[in-house]
């Protein structure tokens, strides 16, 4: 037998649940407006887009805070899901962190809530089909050429230097070259560490040809 709860019962779960979301370890949560502005983001939400000195920050206008045609394609994004009512996830590269964004519409109101995780390292296929932003934020990497970031993306996948050679149709010595001058930009001379720099961000070598903000 199903129990069912009405009232201030089914009140009380879903604020439960809102509460324990907001405070999830890791979880970025905002409510915004069709508009563009936000209503609502805890800390982690801010801490992840904009640094932990901007912990307690409540509202803001989108046009104010993001760069413009990332804050413009990501209310496209929202828009969308209002407009069909369904949730759907993006996948963005920012501040040389990989954000996983489910854009979920609210029923009834005309607002979306954006819950957003780090996720590092290549995505996998459980998570469904997820929309990729056209802009990365590279964060430490962000001098870094488009082969630049195509070499480091793969050694990010952990691959040898003659594989990706193979890969990008370049000598082994090309890469190597390419490498020395990913240590000069980055400022990090262990292999390892542009590994996790890479790791970090989910690098994908198709990365290299989005736009960067």
């Known amino acids: ?67 413009k045609a990332w804050a413009a394609e990501r209310l496209d994004f929202v828009r969308r899901a209002m407009s069909t009512g369904e949730g759907f996830r993006v996948r963005s590269v920012w501040r040389g962190a990989q954000i996983v964004s489910l854009i979920q519409p609210i029923p009834g109101e005309d607002r979306c809530v954006i819950v957003s995780n780090k996720v590092a390292g290549p995505l996998n296929d459980s998570m469904g089909e997820i929309t990729q932003s056209r802009f990365v934020g590279l964060g430490v990497m962000s001098k870094l050429s488009p082969r630049e ?30 490498r020395d001058a990913i240590v000069r930009k980055v400022g990090e001379r262990s292999r390892i560490r542009l590994a996790e720099y890479a790791y970090d961000a989910g690098l994908e070598p198709d990365d290299a040809k989005r736009d960067r903000v």
């Open 149 to 178: 970031v195509e070499v480091i993306a793969l050694i990010g996948r952990g691959l040898p230097t003659r594989e990706i050679a193979e890969l990008l149709d370049l000598s082994p010595k090309t890469v190597e070259k390419h």
């Open 1 to 67: 037998m199903t129990a069912t709860l009405e009232g201030d019962q089914l009140n009380l779960i879903g604020e439960q649940v809102w509460e324990t979301l907001v405070q999830a370890p890791g979880v970025g949560v905002n409510v915004c407006t069709r508009d563009g502005r936000t209503l609502f983001a805890n800390d982690t939400d801010n801490a992840m887009y904009f640094g932990e000195d901007t912990r307690g920050l409540s509202s803001y206008e989108w046009s104010g805070r993001l760069p």
